[in-house]
T-cell receptor, first 115, second 114 residues
Framework: QKEVEQNSGPLSVPEGAIASLNCTYSDRGSQSFFWYRQYSGKSPELIMS????GDKEDGRFTAQLNKASQYVSLLIRDSQPSDSATYLC???????????????FGTGTQLKVEL | ETGVTQTPRHLVMGMTNKKSLKCEQHLGHNAMYWYKQSAKKPLELMFV???????ENNSVPSRFSPECPNSSHLFLHLHTLQPEDSALYLC?????????????FGQGTRLTVV
């Protein structure tokens, strides 16, 4: 079982629609959750973080976390062509010993927002 | 630009070559990282440095050798690589080790081993 699982896509949505990106994780000890956006040929960029169950909104982005189901999602409202990118889910396990926290990434979901 | 600069941006090397990747940050960060990103695979953490001291080596083959001469610079020395080592190599830095998720990434070096 993969530690962090995402559908690779591509997920295609029309401009103005809501894009829903999903991620599941296997380690119940995971404590914090992150979404990164990576444009083609560019480096990942942190866009959202969430630490407790429920929803967290930031502009057009909403992150949702359900620890019981080990599920985290990212909703993008009013999707724009500029949102077309690969979205990486990452989960963080805080380690008491060793080199800091362990951040584990999924393979990413490619989103295409079409005109 | 995120403040983390990687050179070169592209590198093609033969399996018998020796080359080095360079990463530089002037953000005043204390932690630096090397990641490998291969097609269809998750981003893999390779090495972690904190205040120039290596704190993590995630079972990376010895043909990859990191070096951190000071807190602003990080190198990845490469020798006798294999074609499966072709990937995007990303450097990142964060204020402290515990802030790994908030790390700033460089643009990466696209490495092709022939």
């Amino acid at each position: 079982q993969k530690e962090v699982e995402q559908n690779s896509g591509p997920l295609s949505v029309p401009e103005g629609a809501i894009a829903s990106l999903n991620c599941t994780y296997s380690d119940r000890g995971s404590q914090s959750f992150f979404w990164y956006r990576q444009y083609s040929g560019k480096s990942p960029e942190l866009i959202m973080s969430i630490y407790s169950n429920g929803d967290k909104e930031d502009g057009r982005f909403t992150a949702q976390l359900n620890k019981a189901s080990q599920y985290v999602s990212l909703l993008i409202r009013d999707s724009q062509p500029s949102d077309s990118a690969t979205y990486l889910c990452a989960v963080n396990i805080i380690r008491v010993t060793g080199g800091g926290n362990k951040l584990t990434f999924g393979t990413g979901t490619q989103l295409k927002v079409e005109l | 630009e995120t403040g983390v600069t990687q050179t070169p941006r592209h590198l093609v090397m033969g399996m018998t070559n020796k080359k080095s990747l360079k990463c530089e940050q002037h953000l005043g960060h204390n932690a630096m990282y090397w990641y490998k990103q291969s097609a269809k695979k998750p981003l893999e953490l390779m090495f972690v440095y904190s205040l120039e001291e290596r704190v993590e080596n995630n079972s990376v083959p010895s043909r990859f050798s990191p070096e951190c001469p000071n807190s602003s610079h990080l190198f990845l020395h490469l020798h006798t690589l294999q074609p499966e080592d072709s990937a995007l190599y990303l450097c990142a830095s964060s204020q402290e080790l515990g802030w790994v998720a908030e790390a700033f990434f460089g643009q990466g070096t696209r490495l092709t081993v022939v």
